[in-house]
C-alpha cells in the first residue's frame, strides 16, 4: 500500500515538473516512456539510481511530509489511496504557517527542463543553524512569479488560493 502511495505522490510532482511521466522515464530515469508508470503500477523494478531520481523530486522537508502522508493513508482507513492529496494539502497548510513567520524567505529560481523553462518558487524557513534550513518548493506558472514580483499578489494570498485535488 505504502508503495503506490509513493508512486501517487511522486506522479502528480512529476506531472507538475516534466509534464507527464514518459518525459520523466526517458529523460530521468533513462528508460522506456512507460517505465515509471509500470513501476507505479508494480510491473516493473528500478534501478537504485531510479529510485534515487525519484526522492530527488523532493526537498529534505517535503520527502518528510511525503512519508507522513503514506502513514495517514495507510493507517487512517478513510485516507486510503489519498496519500498525494494529504500531501499537497500539508504542503499548503505548511507554506502559509511558513509565510507568517519572521524567519521565512521567499525567492524564485528559474530552470530549465528538459528544454522548457519552469519557474520555482522557493520558501526556506531558517533556524540560524548552518545547514538546518526546511525548503519547500513550488513550481508556478511566470505570470504569478511576476505578480508576486510586482506586488500584485503577495504570497499569503498565492498559498491561501492554491487548488488542492481531491
Not at 517505465?35 to 531520481?53: C, E, G, I, M, Y
Not at 526537498?59 to 482507513?77: G, R, S, V
Not at 528559474?110 to 534550513?133: A, C, I, K
Request: charged content about 20%.
Amino acid at each position: 500500500m505504502a508503495y503506490n502511495d509513493l508512486a501517487a505522490i511522486a506522479q502528480a510532482v512529476i506531472r507538475e515538473k516534466y509534464g507527464n511521466t514518459h518525459v520523466f522515464s526517458t529523460e530521468v530515469l533513462r528508460g522506456p516512456a512507460v517505465l515509471f508508470d509500470d513501476w507505479a503500477q508494480s510491473n516493473a523494478q528500478l534501478t537504485k539510481a531510479q529510485v534515487r531520481q525519484i526522492k530527488e523530486l523532493f526537498t529534505d522537508y517535503e520527502w518528510m511530509l511525503c512519508q507522513k502522508a503514506i502513514f495517514q493513508a495507510t493507517t487512517i482507513p478513510e485516507y486510503s489511496a489519498k496519500a498525494d492529496y494529504i500531501y499537497a494539502n500539508a504542503k499548503k497548510h505548511v507554506a502559509k504557517h511558513w509565510l507568517a513567520a519572521e524567519n521565512c524567505q521567499s525567492s524564485f529560481k528559474n530552470e530549465q527542463v528538459l528544454n522548457h523553462p519552469v519557474v520555482h518558487l522557493r520558501l526556506t524557513m531558517g533556524y540560524d543553524l548552518w545547514g538546518f534550513s526546511d525548503i519547500l518548493d513550488f513550481v508556478v506558472p511566470a505570470h504569478i512569479q511576476e505578480a508576486i514580483e510586482t506586488k500584485q499578489l503577495d504570497l499569503l494570498t498565492w498559498a491561501n488560493d492554491l487548488k488542492i485535488e481531491k
